[in-house]
């Protein structure tokens, strides 16, 4: 089985101000992970996602993650947060080899203040 | 850019009736999903689809849920006998699976139901 925690249901930050968003997960088999972004009234956007290789992984919109296996994290990162930004960040996690259900988080609403 | 498409984008409905959600996924991709989000929770996994079966089923997905792929570009979720607690936004999503590979879950808008 598969989960994901993610830490904090609502952060805030200014606009400019770093933005960090966490998310550990548990998987007994090499998981392959992802963050989406979900703005008001709309469906599911795909930030960024790590399958293999690189474990420092850019997506839209200046956002990163980096995956740790020893920490069994995979935080979301961007430098300078802006008003845009304001949105619901979901870690999702699956695994590798054919289709498989994504599993996710249960989300964190970011906040970006002015 | 291809995009995962659904219909209609919100959808009221009284209690016992049935409803359809429709779902246009990315022409060339072979795997389909239905997912629910009750208001305030996280999203949760409904059912995967491939080659005209069900792959895979949530304990969610009960007698009253079935998907269909009518032609070769629907994929429909019906619910036949709606309850208040079906409530939720549903997303479709689909992928392109290589052999040996996983492949990212596009996702769709959204259907938003409400049952009255």
């Known amino acids: 089985a598969q989960s994901v925690t993610q830490l904090g249901s609502h952060v805030s930050v200014s606009e400019g101000a770093l933005v960090l968003l966490r998310c550990n997960y548990s998987s007994s088999v090499p998981p392959y992970l992802f963050w989406y972004v979900q703005y008001p009234n709309q469906g599911l956007q795909l930030l960024l996602k790590?399958?293999?290789?690189?474990?420092l992984v850019k997506g839209i919109n200046g956002f990163e993650a980096e995956f740790k296996k020893s920490e069994t994290s995979f935080h979301l990162t961007k430098p300078s947060a802006h008003m845009s930004d304001a949105a619901e960040y979901f870690c999702?996690?699956?695994?590798?080899?054919?289709?498989?259900?994504?599993?996710f988080g249960t989300g964190t609403k970011l906040q970006v203040i002015p | 850019e291809p995009e995962v498409t659904q219909t209609p984008s919100h959808q009221v409905t009284q209690m016992g009736q049935e409803v359809i959600l429709r779902c246009v996924p990315i022409s060339n991709h072979l795997y389909f999903y239905w997912y629910r989000q009750i208001l305030g929770q996280k999203v949760e996994f409904l059912v995967s689809f491939y080659n005209n079966e069900i792959s895979e089923k949530s304990e969610i997905f009960d007698d009253q849920f079935s998907v269909e792929r009518p032609d070769g570009s629907n994929f429909t979720l019906k619910i036949r006998s709606t309850k208040l607690e079906d409530s939720a936004m549903y997303f479709c999503a689909s992928s392109l699976i290589l052999t040996g590979e996983t492949d990212t879950q596009y996702f769709g808008p959204g259907t938003r139901l409400t049952v009255l």
């Open positions: 999702a996690v699956t695994s590798s080899g054919g289709y498989q259900k994504v599993t």
């Open positions: 790590y399958t293999t290789g690189a474990t």
